[in-house]
């Protein structure tokens, strides 16, 4: 019986894993149009999918690293927000500030050796990361696309189809 249990545990945890592993890759549906953030997105996706691959004693070094790049990242969108006096610029740098308070509250226990937190925290990154795109980052790109003199019809179709999608989620 208990072996069963612990058979049934492992089965559910390694489930779950692939399922994390299988939303941690790019894909075409995720780009947004506005060349600097498609790349942005795309590598935060390289580099998270390679962290939770990477041994414990490379995995501190990877984790700051990773840190690092969210904070350029970051701090570039918001540049563009301040450059187009973006209205939506407080709701979205709190979101980004929010996840970075996160991964700087888990560094120095990674730094001191609790790499499993570490991996815990890296894990929920795509969820977090699939809903911020779908949501404040796909209406920067509108934004940022309706200042040029072209809007992108693809922009506008991304954008409403996202914002149906949510929708439908409420309801
Ligand atoms: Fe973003
Ligand atoms: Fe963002």
């Known amino acids: ?17 692939e399922a994390v592993m299988q939303t941690i890759k790019w894909s075409e549906d995720m780009t947004l149009g506005v060349k ?14 390679a ?15 990773l840190i690092g790049k969210v904070e350029k990242d970051f701090r570039e969108e918001e540049d563009l927000m301040e450059e187009i006096d973006y209205p939506g610029l407080l ?3 709190e979101q980004h500030s929010r996840v970075l308070g996160a991964l700087h509250h888990v560094a120095p226990h990674v730094l001191n050796g609790d ?22 980052d796909t209406a920067l790109a509108f934004a940022l696309d309706t200042q040029g ?5 693809a922009t506008i ?12 989620r409420t309801t």
Do not use: Y
Request: charged content about 25%; some cysteine; hydrophobic content about 50%.
């Open 149 to 153: 003199a072209e809007i992108n019809p």
């Open 51 to 65: 962290l939770l691959t990477m041994p414990d004693d490379q995995f501190p070094t990877a984790f700051m690293g």
């Open 1 to 17: 019986m208990l072996a069963n249990s612990a058979i049934r545990v492992m089965v559910i945890g390694c489930l779950i894993k």
């Open 36 to 49: 600097d953030m498609d790349e942005a997105h795309k590598v935060f996706f390289e580099d998270l999918s």
């Open 115 to 136: 790499i499993a937190l570490g991996r815990e925290a890296a894990e929920l990154l795509p969820q977090w990361f699939l809903f911020h795109l779908s949501t404040m």
């Open 157 to 168: 179709r991304l954008a409403a189809e996202r914002i149906r999608q949510g929708m439908d």
């Open 91 to 93: 709701g979205h740098r």
